[in-house]
């Protein structure tokens, strides 16, 4: 009997060395070559026809995401001292390596349009700085008759100019962040500067997101290790099922880091998932091991770690699996963010599952059995007292569960109606944060912060110099601005009527487009010889068959996004009368057509996942009545969630898109577990009432006490810094709730009328 016992010790030894060497090695990989991204485009599919569009257009019309910084004076920008500033802090972005020189827009570099006698010349605003009031006053006159100017780079106030410093997707880093935040945090006094845009968001985002993780994940395992405590009472069970999620999470990471795959947003949701789900496996093991040492207080540990593995290891698999299943799901999705969370949350689950299998049965042949602390002298009654009870009540009160079940499905059913989808980047943030006041306080000067580009296309050479698609274009920018969300709008229209209208001593009855083609043409002609031809490439191609108009929107909110495209829509068939075809690009769009895909995506998982959900319980419990019987408490808690997404206004993102396949995900395990000990307890009594009785005290009271720590370890994210992560941490936590109550209650009552596992003792002594 010896050599055994040390086969067994040696064995347990040797495996927790080797799971902790693993470990170490991917927590160094993790640490070396772990990086975080932000850039919106690699979110997103490369070869989705929008995205390949808006690239194309994108390289033919050199457009980018701005840096803006507002330089605000109180007492007006036009002084020597604010004028400096503007010009040198214009000259300090052109000298970063990051951003190229002709992609910096300021009143320091800024063109001016102006007539001249019978012809057109392009000037500086000011390229030494005025310095006498005359001066001064005749740089203000400039900027005030210039409408491509005013209100666009120099506020209505007069208070606030902007500088605009458009960058390539691919420069921005966080060390690119920092250099420009302290670039113009150096040139404050008096005046405040304020810095948004999109890659200041995206840059914010990326620098507090780790950090909100870091102080979410040791606020978790705290909360973890007291909840796992409190329903263990054993330290020894804490500190080995603790290690079983830590394990997951650090190889799940460092998986990511060896391949190569960045650690997106809501990839910062993987530590607190695993750690939340990956408990339920040491739960269910050291409850059947506690239950077990209970009726056999003198076993030896190698005979209850037998017996653990045995009664265990199948229920644990199995529902391993469908999490693993419910995640995997999520690979339908074409964003790039959900489908790399999908993927390595499924890995960690599946790893999860073989270190409950492997660590906690080689801690007990290592350190022995936990000390239980129960009372010796309760009898198996007395201990199961409440779940009896319950039991039993779940049974006579029937009709009262199954209504206001269905009370509550139906108000989810409406709520589901009003779920609306949001790719914002800018709603990640609390209302009062900085990012979003500074942002709010340019969207009030100016144009906006985001930018929607309508590309407008051509098979005619020079269409767009004809003066009908011109004031067509000017039309529909008058239109779309006519809406709170646009502030403004650029095109070559613009820069045609200020030609016209310098070219006529400055009248401003002739700020239109000009009746004549051959006049546009040697409008545009005399702009190319005199002006930077640069410049005009950025709102139309040399053959004039590709034209670009830049609406700037006051927001990145997918609903306000497509109050400005519904708009623009009604132009289709106007432009189509001139053979002219209407699309979008930017980052603008490219965030709504985001928006589809998460929605798309969400679906096709969650049909997914369910369908194999379904299936995978069918062929497990060899009945295909199963497979429907068992995911009714997770199609329940689906409808649940989204039904009350719709009624508290919280929108699907990348971050609560993940919510159905979370429910699926962990909701099926307390399922699994329930009918697995129900189907045991039934073929081994015969009886219904005494089945229902010891399902209830030993599965439900394990899925009881996995509720409580998912739900503890979830409830967490209620102190994350970011609103979506604060709803999904709430929203699953309601979700678990609503999958074991689903459990123990309706999916309880219909495997109990349906007689399975009874139906070939009818004729026995048994309570129907």
Not at 151 to 174: H, M, P, Y
Not at 389 to 399: D, L, N, P, R, T
Not at 636 to 645: D, E, K, P, Q
Not at 723 to 740: D, E, H, K, Q
Request: aromatic fraction near 10%; include cysteine; proline fraction near 3%.
């Amino acid at each position: 009997m010896k050599c055994p016992k040390n086969k067994h010790l040696i064995g347990s030894i040797i495996a927790l060395v080797l799971i902790l060497i693993v470990s170490l090695l991917f927590m160094d990989r993790m640490i070396e070559n772990s990086r975080m991204e932000t850039d919106l485009d690699e979110y997103m599919p490369y070869d989705h026809p929008a995205f390949v569009f808006s690239d194309q257009a994108e390289e033919i019309f050199n457009i980018n995401d701005g840096i803006l910084i507002a330089v605000e004076n109180k007492e007006g920008i036009y002084n020597p001292s604010t004028l400096k500033k503007i010009k040198d802090l214009t000259r300090q972005l052109q000298k970063m390596d990051e951003i190229n020189k002709d992609d910096v827009t300021s009143l320091y570099t800024a063109e001016n349009i102006v007539g001249t006698e019978g012809s057109l010349d392009v000037k500086d605003f000011y390229n030494k700085i005025p310095q006498t009031e005359e001066e001064l006053k005749q740089l203000q006159s400039a900027v005030r008759s210039n409408e491509m100017v005013f209100k666009r780079i120099v506020s209505e106030n007069e208070q606030i100019a902007l500088i605009v410093a458009e960058i390539d997707d691919d420069v921005f880093t966080i060390e690119f962040y920092h250099a420009i935040l302290d670039l113009t945090k150096s040139y404050e006094g008096p005046e405040k500067l304020h810095v948004a845009g999109v890659p200041i968001v995206e840059g914010t985002l990326a620098y507090l997101a780790p950090k909100d993780m870091m102080i979410m994940v040791p606020i978790v395992i705290a909360v973890i290790i007291l909840v796992l405590y409190f329903v263990m009472r054993s330290v020894r069970n804490t500190i080995f099922t603790l290690l079983v999620v830590l394990f997951s999470t650090i190889w799940a990471f460092g998986l990511m880091a060896v391949i190569g795959i960045p650690i997106y947003s809501v990839s910062t949701m993987i530590p607190v998932m695993l750690i939340a789900i990956g408990v339920a496996d040491g739960i269910h093991l050291y409850s059947h091991l506690d239950l077990y040492l209970f009726e056999h207080p003198d076993a030896k540990k190698l005979d209850a770690v037998k017996d653990m593995i045995k009664g265990m290891w199948k229920p644990i698999v199995m529902t391993s699996v469908t999490t693993a299943v419910g995640f995997i799901s999520l690979l339908t999705s074409e964003v790039y963010p959900i489908k790399y969370f999908g993927l390595f949350t499924a890995f960690g689950v599946l790893m999860a599952m073989v270190f409950s299998l492997v660590l906690i049965p080689a801690s007990i042949i290592v350190f022995g059995l936990p000390r239980r602390k129960v009372h010796q002298e309760k009898s198996k009654e007395e201990s199961g007292k409440f779940s009896y009870k319950f039991a039993e009540g779940a049974v006579k009160f029937k009709a009262l569960v199954i209504s206001v079940t269905v009370i509550i499905i139906v108000i989810s059913v409406i709520g589901i109606n009003e779920v609306w989808i949001n790719s914002s980047f800018l709603d990640k943030f609390e209302k009062d944060s900085d990012i979003v006041l500074t942002d709010a306080f340019i969207n009030q000067h100016f144009g906006g912060t985001n930018t929607l580009n309508v590309i407008l296309e051509s098979d005619d050479q020079d269409k767009f110099k004809e003066p009908e698609v011109q004031r067509l274009i000017d039309k529909m920018q008058a239109d779309v601005e006519s809406i709170d969300v646009v502030g403004n709008s650029f095109s070559l229209a613009d820069y045609i009527k200020r030609m016209n209208k310098v070219m006529n001593a400055d009248n401003e009855a002739y700020n239109t487009i000009p009746e004549s083609q051959n006049l546009i043409a040697q409008y545009l002609l005399l702009y190319e010889m005199s002006g930077d031809p640069d410049n005009l490439w950025k709102v139309v191609d040399y053959d004039y068959k590709l034209a670009n108009v830049n609406v700037q929107l006051k927001s990145d909110n997918s609903k306000e996004v497509n109050r400005a495209i519904e708009i623009l829509d009604k132009y289709k068939a106007d432009f189509e009368k001139y053979n002219v075809n209407i699309n979008y690009a930017g980052s603008g769009y490219k965030a709504l057509v985001f928006t589809d895909l998460i929605l798309e995506g969400q679906i096709t998982s969650l049909l997914l996942s369910l369908l194999l959900i379904i299936i995978l319980l069918s062929v497990m419990f060899r009945k295909i009545s199963i497979g429907f019987i068992g995911s009714i408490p997770i199609v329940i808690t689906a409808v649940i969630s989204f039904g009350l997404m719709g009624i508290f206004n919280i929108a699907l993102s990348t971050t609560t898109a993940l919510i159905s396949s979370i429910a699926v995900g962990i909701g099926i395990d307390y399922a699994v577990h329930f009918i697995e000990r129900y189907k045991i307890y039934a073929l081994e009594s015969g009886n219904k009432e005494l089945t229902i009785k010891e399902t209830m005290h030993h599965s439900g009271r394990a899925i009881s006490f996995n509720a409580v720590v998912v739900i503890a370890g979830f409830l967490v994210l209620l102190f994350s810094v970011f609103p979506p992560n604060r709803s999904l941490g709430a929203l699953v936590s309601l979700n678990m709730f609503t999958s074991f109550i689903g459990t123990v209650t309706i999916m309880f009552l219909v495997l109990y009328k349906s007689n399975m596992y009874f139906k070939k003792k009818r004729n026995s002594n048994e309570n129907k």
